[in-house]
């Protein structure tokens, strides 16, 4: 019986052992070739490693070599681990060229191995054959990997699932399985907020919850944004790489609006980007007198470092960028600051103190007056309500409107200037008599020249700090418009009761109607518009007594001071009021129809038309008869008052109107943007109609 198991177990060892092994079925079917060309492709954005991948791109494998996936292991380009000068750090098509014929067919096989190999395969101490027949050995301590002693650094690099790449500190031609893991670097780096330096703080204060990224090349900044190592600073503003394989890296740092890399421009020639990188924070009079010639230069702004030292800071100090770097290697522990903020730190400080920002206030409130009077006879004179004011108002009058026209320009500058002025009153965290109060006017205020800048310039850029940062665009409609919002809301809940003719929540209220009229919100324009008429607030003056300096129609009025051209533009009226309480009447008509409540819409219509003695228009005239109505006594009620354009846009009648004057839909339905403006911030974009 024993005899017939030991036959049997024989047996069945023999059909074993004469079974064929089963091939592992492949996970690539597709050529050789388009295996390369698709993994080429993936790894094309990545320019630290490009030496290698333009070199991969011209080898011919075998069916047989890619079938089961492969995983490769790309070296750095030599370049970006041992680089003396910072223009070597960029890889130009000559260096790559000399590059690539070092790395042969059998140099580049060093470097990949049969198979999909994740992070988790390699294992301490496995040995990998590459298709050269290489031996390479893996070396793990925790997260840390090495391969022939050589540092891995970062997880597969590509999205594919027939492939794996990593990243490799050098070539592993001329490597062995005995070579020991390489010991890697750390740098500290401590990132530092300028805008808060102070005597007392010479960098500022640390930057807690700053992004740091480092970047192998600048072209992987500006142009592939692919870094190899990121991560945000502590509460002191410091944040340390370990375990960096040895290179060279690029800093960028960012927090906010606040960046170390605060000017560039694109060379053309090489497609590289370049600017001035910091060398510290002016610190007194005396500094920036000790100190290379530089626009803008006195205490808290960035001194720019004078690369030629011929002490002037121009264009012959511009250094490719990212500008600041470090370079790891023998395991060195590297500590390196870096300096965030503005091109102009100065300018964007808010209120220092209560005198400063009561200062600013009062300053800000004079030079919006005079704003709106200008904005007001801008309206009149692209409208039918006003010929040409004088002769800087000739080409306006005509439609011959463009980019350097100084009127246009002015009023943009100044109400950017004036925002500015609003901005540092808003962000001032210091004491302040009535502090909510003095902010909430602020708001009220800069809602309203946005509303004015955003009607007639349409696409403008949205500034919420004490200046406008080097990378400006056009905000978006929606940002825009919720901003004004915002604002509003927020000085409505917060102002103060009383004060007849000054900004309180009932005035804001009234310019919430006007913007809601505005985008065409009708439903709340007339909510708005109902809760100020009816608050019994103001009331409709006689015709002659309207424009007195104590109106009670003046819902927000200016300065009763006029100048000479204004008062002859205004009919030498004593006042011209942001807004008055009949315009809100318009205003309730117009969206209570809209809405489709006629008998609303008709009742403060009539209420307004009686008031001049003109005829009160009856119920079932029907609704265009009335919409006709409300928008002819809107210009007669409101003649020259700086509504009657931005009105006849949205009502869409500007073109049979002003088509005489040389008026087009598509072009002069909004403003140009400065030509100044475009100069400065080239990131913006003209309107339409006027890009020549």
């Not at 650094?153 to 790449?165: C, H, N, Q, R």
Request: hydrophobic share 40%; proline share 3%.
């Amino acid at each position: 019986m024993k005899h017939s198991l030991l036959l049997a177990v024989l047996a069945v060892g023999l059909l074993s052992s004469c079974k064929k092994e089963k091939p592992q079925p492949k996970v690539d079917n597709r050529p050789p070739k388009e295996v390369i060309g698709t993994l080429t492709q993936q790894l094309s954005n990545a320019d630290s490693i490009s030496t290698f991948t333009n070199a991969l791109k011209n080898l011919s494998l075998k069916e047989e070599e890619t079938a089961m996936g492969l995983t490769v292991f790309a070296p750095l380009n030599e370049l970006d681990v041992s680089v003396s000068k910072q223009k070597a750090a960029v890889s130009s098509s000559k260096t790559s060229a000399e590059d690539t014929t070092a790395l042969t067919d059998a140099a580049l096989k060093d470097h990949i191995v049969k198979g999909i190999l994740k992070s988790a395969d390699l294992a301490d101490g496995k040995i990998l054959t590459t298709l050269s027949g290489k031996e390479l050995k893996i070396t793990r301590e925790g997260e840390k990997l090495w391969i022939n002693g050589v540092l891995i650094s970062g997880t597969d690099i590509t999205s594919g699932s027939k492939e794996a790449v990593y990243v490799v500190q050098k070539r592993l031609t001329n490597t062995f399985v005995s070579d020991k893991p390489s010991t890697p670097s750390s740098v500290e780096i401590t990132v530092w907020n300028t805008l808060l330096w102070s005597e007392a703080k010479p960098q500022g204060e640390p930057a807690a919850d700053a992004i740091v990224y480092l970047y192998h090349t600048p072209k992987d900044f500006f142009t592939n944004k692919r870094s190899v190592y990121q991560g945000k600073t502590n509460a002191e503003g410091k944040i340390k790489f370990a375990n960096l394989p040895d290179g060279k890296y690029f800093i960028v740092a960012v927090k906010d609006e606040l960046r170390n890399i605060l000017f560039w421009e694109e060379n053309l020639q090489d497609s590289t980007f370049r600017g001035h990188i910091a060398a510290g924070v002016f610190q007194s009079a005396a500094d920036v007198n000790a100190s290379a010639k530089q626009l803008d230069a006195m205490p808290g702004n960035i001194k720019w470092k004078d690369i030629n030292s011929d002490g002037v800071i121009d264009s012959r100090d511009l250094v490719m960028l990212p500008g600041e770097s470090v370079e790891t290697g023998n395991g060195k522990n590297l500590q390196v600051s870096i300096l965030i903020g503005y091109e102009n730190n100065v300018l964007m400080w808010p209120a220092k103190t209560e005198a400063e920002a009561l200062s600013l206030m009062e300053n800000a409130a004079k030079e919006l007056d005079k704003w709106h009077k200008n904005m007001v006879m801008l309206d009149g004179v692209l409208s039918d309500d006003s010929g040409p004011v004088s002769a800087a108002y000739d080409a306006i009058d005509l439609f011959q409107l463009n980019p350097s026209n100084s009127t246009i320009t002015q009023n943009w500058l100044k109400a950017y200037e004036i925002i500015s002025a609003l901005n540092k009153v808003i962000k001032a965290d210091i004491p302040i008599a009535n502090k909510e109060q003095l902010q909430a006017q602020a708001k009220a205020m800069r809602a309203y020249i946005y509303m004015q800048m955003r009607t007639y310039y349409v696409n403008i850029p949205l500034q919420l700090e004490p200046s406008l940062r080097g990378y400006v665009i056009n905000s978006s409609s929606g940002s825009v418009t919720n901003q004004i919002k915002n604002d509003l809301t927020a000085a409505a809940a917060s102002l103060s009761n009383g004060n007849a003719g000054k900004l309180n929540p009932m005035a804001v209220n009234a310019l919430l109607a006007k913007f809601a009229s505005q985008t065409r919100d009708f439903t709340t324009a007339a909510e708005y518009a109902g809760t100020v008429i009816e608050s019994s607030q103001y009331l409709l003056e006689k015709t002659a007594s309207i424009f007195n300096a104590d109106s009670k129609e003046t819902i927000w009025g200016g300065a009763d001071t006029l100048s000479y051209q204004f008062s002859s533009y205004f009919f030498n009226r004593q006042s011209c009021p942001y807004i008055r309480l009949a315009e809100v009447y318009l205003i309730g008509a117009e969206a209570n129809l809209a809405a489709g409540n006629e008998a609303q819409a008709l009742s403060y219509l009539n209420t307004l038309r009686g008031r001049r003695s003109m005829a009160a228009i009856g119920a079932g005239v029907g609704k265009d008869s009335i919409n006709n109505a409300i928008k002819m006594t809107w210009k007669i009620e409101m003649q020259k008052e700086g509504s009657r354009f931005a009105n006849l846009v949205r009502w869409n009648m500007a073109q049979t109107v002003l088509k005489d004057n040389g008026y087009e839909q598509f072009k002069h339905r909004m403003l140009p943007i400065p030509q100044v403006v475009l100069d400065r911030y080239p990131t913006m974009k003209q309107n339409d109609g006027y890009i020549f």
